[in-house]
């Protein structure tokens, strides 16, 4: 199975900041990766598929970078609206497997 | 507008089955593979199985390989999970989920307990 490490697990950021969210796969995968936000008691969004290509209707503040084995999501500009879990999921193989997830908080 | 509503959770004891059903609309159902996504309370989120467009392949998470049963019927633009012997780490909401993630349901809550 394909592991997925996600970093920070938290991160405390002020309106805005620049965040920097990271997932390393424990084998390449391609660029069969997602990007998803979100808020509690919510369904998650997905923001980046593809690894780098923006989910329409979703705010170019977002970014998503990598392939291989590292990924950035980047949040270039943080808005009250993106404080969220965000997690990915790389999809290039079975069983996907999703991040541990990256809470951020209001500093 | 893509729309998948869950239905069939509820509270269930251990040993017990539940079938979770999502209907889908709005797109050419056949045309994309399905998948159920979970997440336990306060936990991250588990995918737990994906079946083809056509329903003649699956994949199950190991975690509910030989408990669990995807299907789903193209003329009822339907998915279904069939959950047997279900445990209380089973425990969670379950959502209906189009692709490689890009349109969920809202969810539907599954409990395990006595």
């Known amino acids: 199975d394909i592991q997925m490490t996600q970093s920070p697990s938290s991160l405390a950021a002020s309106v805005g900041d620049r965040v920097t969210i990271t997932c390393r796969a424990s084998q390449g995968i391609r660029s069969d990766l997602g990007w998803y936000q979100q808020k509690p008691g919510k369904a998650p969004k997905r923001l980046i598929y593809?690894?780098?290509s923006l989910q329409s209707g979703v705010p170019s503040r977002f970014s998503g970078s990598g392939s291989g084995t590292e990924f950035t999501l980047t949040i270039s500009s943080l808005q009250p609206e993106d404080f969220a879990t965000y997690y990915c999921?790389?999809?290039?193989?079975?069983?996907?497997?999703f991040g541990q997830g990256t809470k951020v908080e209001i500093k | 507008e893509v729309q998948l509503l869950e239905s069939g959770g509820g509270l269930v004891q251990p040993g017990g089955s539940l079938r979770l059903s999502c209907a889908a609309s709005g797109f050419t159902f056949s045309s994309f593979p399905m998948n159920w996504v979970r997440q336990a309370p306060g936990k991250g989120l588990e995918w737990i199985s994906s079946?083809?467009?056509?329903?003649?392949?699956?994949y199950y998470a190991g975690s509910v390989k030989g408990r669990f049963t995807i299907s789903r019927d193209n003329s009822k633009n339907t998915l279904y999970l069939q959950m047997h012997s279900l445990r209380a780490e089973d425990t969670a909401v379950y959502y209906c989920v189009r692709d490689w993630g890009a349109f969920w349901g809202q969810g539907t809550l599954v409990t395990v307990s006595s």
């Open positions: 593809g690894a780098s």
């Open positions: 999921l790389q999809h290039s193989s079975y069983p996907w497997t």
């Open positions: 079946i083809s467009g056509s329903g003649d392949t699956s």
